[in-house]
């Protein structure tokens, strides 16, 4: 993989931010971005959480799992967590056929 790497003064910069940093060519256009805060705590913290058994869910099963709740919740008016966690369980029986 190739890599580029940031002089002592564009590394200050990455390190006083307090947010992400926008990463641009010449032109002003957006490469990507850098975060400071990711450090080798947070990255061995991810890397633990993602050795976990579990379980997982796609971005597309939880925006699915939630269009659900939400339909329901129109279609039936308030329910609580019982009633929540039963549509939820249908909705992964559902993922898995």
């Not at 006083?16 to 990711?38: F, H, K």
């Not at 019982?82 to 993922?95: I, Y």
Request: proline share 7%; aromatic share 6%; glycine share 4%.
């Amino acid at each position: 993989m190739t890599q580029i790497v940031l002089t002592p003064e564009q590394m200050h910069v990455v390190r006083q931010s307090n947010t992400q940093v926008r990463v641009c060519d010449p032109d002003g256009i957006c490469l990507g971005t850098v975060d400071p805060r990711i450090t080798p705590d947070f990255i061995a913290e991810m890397k633990k959480r993602a050795a976990s058994p579990g379980p997982w869910y796609t971005s597309e099963q939880v925006e699915s799992h939630l269009r659900i709740l939400d339909e329901a919740w129109d279609r039936e008016g308030p329910f609580d967590s019982t009633r929540m966690r039963e549509l939820l369980r249908e909705a992964r029986v559902a993922d898995k056929e």
